[in-house]
């Protein structure tokens, strides 16, 4: 089928079908899915400029459907999330100023993708470690108690200290059962999140989803449910600037939304059935997938 | 109260047919109606395609998210 905005022959059943693997990875982790979204759509034959902005108005759509399931669910703290969006933004505005200054330098491709593998290698190594680990204490504690199961944290030391930084304002966030945390403490969280969301592109849910978990100490499964409210205003300002510059087909992302609209749902749906370490432990092959997408860019040299 | 995983799975298969299905006929019609309206927007006048792509996404999302739940309870109605 012909998409005449970006000018491509795109099969609109494999964007449906991509769109609902996303949307089953987005409402199931939290996460965007751009780091699988943008090599397909890429591969699919369309041109890199309209991949990243499509690819962001999709993952908006995509989040409004999750995040509502999510809310149904009680798994979304509205505090946290407001307070997330002002570090978002400024921390991507950040990130993208830092690509500009690579650019003027002409090492951007080589710094980002390093960094790039770096981070997701270290994410997704740590989370491993870390949700196998709780598992087997929430397994001890389970049959010790004969109750249901904790979202057990093993490694809460960096959890601690953020939620005991004594920086004013300090608010309560009932939702996530913190008594008070420093507004500072989410700031710099959502800062670094948006950071790498304007270096590294797409959403960045796969850092801020463990960076909440693991530096804020949330329960995961709010975790997930407000990352994805708050992708749905950090990626709707990155869609919109796109847009003004021509970098969005909404036909793609429209036709692409019908498969994620269904797979948000299941995703977000499926979270009741699974404790916090056992989502944490699915996650976290995630970014070790990014960290090869982007390796094989570099060692191959296709380069956003 | 949560219901077991099989039920839900078997649920889920169902609603994924009957929306398939009303997902292409929309595809096909928002393709077909506005297609050239949204190309002739994004060349043309880029303000008012910014306005439109997001009032359809979010539309479409609200949508297309009350059609899913909707299919699910009569589903399930239907079934128990």
Known sequence: MFFPISGVHINPLLLGILGLVIGILGGFFGVGGSFLSGPSLFSLGMPYNFVVGTDLIHIVGKSIVAARQHRILGHIDLKLATVMVAGTLVGSETGVDAIEALKRSGEVNLVVGLTAIIVFTVVSIFGAWESWQALRKSRSTTSDTGGSKPDVLVFDRLAKLFQGLPLAPRISLKESGIPKISVWSIVLVSYVGGFFSGFLGGGAGYIRMPAMVYLLGIPTHIAVGTDLFEIIISAGYGAIRHAMNGNVDILVALVMHTGAAVGAQLGARLTQYFSGPWIRLAFAPLPLLGAIVVANALITGHHS | ?80
């Open chain 2, 1 to 80: 109260m949560k219901e077991p995983i099989q039920k839900v799975l078997r649920y889920i298969a169902i609603e994924l047919v009957v929306y398939a299905i009303l997902a292409i006929a929309y595809f096909c019609l928002v393709l077909q109606f506005l297609g050239t309206w949204l190309a002739e927007l994004f060349h043309e006048q880029r303000i008012y395609y910014v306005v439109a792509s997001v009032l359809l996404m979010t539309g479409q999302a609200i949508g297309l998210e009350r059609l899913v739940t909707g299919l699910s309870h009569i589903i399930r109605s239907g079934k128990k």
